[in-house]
C-alpha cells in the first residue's frame, strides 16, 4: 500500500555528484529498512545501499563503498543517496525500496528482502 517517488536524477560528467531523494507514503515509514538499487541496460537489478529502521546501521555494494552515503529522516519519510566521484559505470536506473520485516537489527541487501519499489529515477554519467 505504500507508494515510493525517487528524484534527482540526471546527466553528470565523471567525477561529479548527484543526490537522489526517495518520498515514502504511509504511516508506518519509520519501522521499517530502506534500501536503494540500481539496474545498468541488459544488467540485474544491483544492490546500491541499504538502512535500518533507526538508522542504526547501513550497508553498501562493493562498487559504490566508500563514495556514496544512504541517510534516513523518518519525520520526514524520506531516504536519501548522496553519490560523490561518479563513474560512468555508475549509470543506470535507480530505484528506491522498502524492506519486507520491520524493526531488523541489520540492513537487508537482496531484491527479495523487499516488497515495494519505485517508479525509478534515471542517473547519467558522461566520460
Known amino acids: 500500500q505504500v507508494q515510493l517517488v525517487e528524484s534527482g536524477g540526471g546527466l553528470v560528467q565523471a567525477g561529479g555528484s548527484l543526490r537522489l531523494s526517495c518520498a515514502a507514503s504511509g504511516r508506518t515509514f519509520s519501522i521499517y529498512p530502506m534500501g536503494w538499487f540500481r539496474q545498468a541496460p541488459g544488467k540485474g537489478r544491483e544492490f546500491v545501499a541499504a538502512?535500518?529502521?533507526?538508522?542504526?546501521?547501513?550497508d553498501y555494494g562493493d562498487a559504490v563503498k566508500g563514495r556514496f552515503t544512504i541517510s534516513r529522516d523518518n519525520a520526514k519519510n524520506t531516504v536519501d543517496l548522496q553519490m560523490n566521484i561518479l563513474r560512468p559505470e555508475d549509470t543506470a536506473i535507480y530505484y528506491c525500496?522498502?524492506?519486507?520485516?520491520?524493526?531488523?537489527?541489520?540492513?537487508?541487501?537482496?531484491?527479495?528482502?523487499?516488497?515495494?519499489w519505485g517508479q525509478g529515477t534515471q542517473v547519467t554519467v558522461s566520460s
Open positions: 525500496a522498502r524492506g519486507r520485516a520491520p524493526f531488523t537489527l541489520r540492513a537487508p541487501t537482496g531484491t527479495l528482502d523487499y516488497d515495494s
Open positions: 538502512i535500518t529502521w533507526n538508522g542504526g546501521s547501513t
